[in-house]
């Protein structure tokens, strides 16, 4: 469902070198490294947000390497949420519909089953910036679902979170593959957290792919030698 293939980009003086990629159709791909090693770098070229210096990326067998964010039916939610702090939790919900020229009422009607499978209704006239921090990342997942995306990516969604909150949201997070069925890529470096919910996972340092694999094999490869991802939180 998605291929990277010797992706290649600069970011100042980082650079992600050479890269390849398969995540399978309906599959939820973790991809762990260390702080500044390049996984939310991989992620944005997948959404389009930055650009190449060389290589393809495939997104259901089509080439969207020189395609616009919005023509790749990508889902994205960013580690910070970016959500609206003027707009309620339904508006920011229901943005991309009405962006798309949808009036809202209906963009709210194609919603609902969205704002009601997070447990958001209660919370659907409230502004965001009143939410705390599992909450915000509940709207911004609801955002990328509006969206109707082929692929869903996750930039650390959990990683500023107490906890409870953490574990809350990846109970979400499993449960929304369980009923989207949507390829799926989260960036982490939490062991605990690729555990719970990746099907297979791949480990990225320094701009460059180590391994990929099943969970359990790489995550033993990285409890017996800590030192390739030395930000990676072991729990």
């Not at 890269?19 to 500044?36: I, K, P, Q, R, S």
């Not at 519909?97 to 209906?106: Q, Y």
């Not at 709207?139 to 990683?159: C, I, M, N, T, Y």
């Amino acid at each position: 469902m998605i291929s990277i293939i010797n992706l290649n980009i600069e970011a100042g003086k980082f650079a992600v070198t050479d890269v390849n990629l398969e995540v399978a159709d309906g599959e939820y791909h973790m991809v762990m490294g260390a702080t500044g090693s390049g996984k939310s770098l991989i992620l944005k070229s997948i959404c389009g947000i930055i650009r190449l210096k060389g290589g393809t990326i495939l997104i259901g067998g089509k080439d969207v390497t020189s395609l616009e964010p919005r023509f790749r039916k990508v889902g994205y939610v960013p580690q910070s949420s970016d959500l609206f702090p003027h707009l309620d939790v339904q508006r920011n919900i229901s943005f991309p519909l009405e962006v798309a020229g949808i009036p809202f009422a209906k963009a709210v009607e194609e919603t609902r089953h969205i704002v009601d499978f997070l447990d958001l209704s209660k919370l659907a006239s409230r502004t965001v910036a009143n939410l705390s921090g599992g909450e915000k990342q509940k709207v911004a997942l609801g955002r990328a679902l509006a969206r109707k995306p082929e692929v869903l990516l996750l930039d650390e969604p959990v990683s500023a979170l107490d906890r409870n909150s953490r574990k809350d949201v990846c109970d979400i997070l499993k449960d929304t593959h369980g009923k989207y069925k949507l390829t799926t890529i989260h960036v982490c470096h939490n062991t605990e957290e690729a555990q719970a919910l990746g099907h297979r996972v791949s480990v990225i340092s320094e701009g460059r792919l180590l391994m990929s694999g099943n969970t359990g094999e790489v995550l033993e490869k990285i409890l017996k030698n800590i030192g390739i991802m030395d930000n990676v939180q072991v729990k």
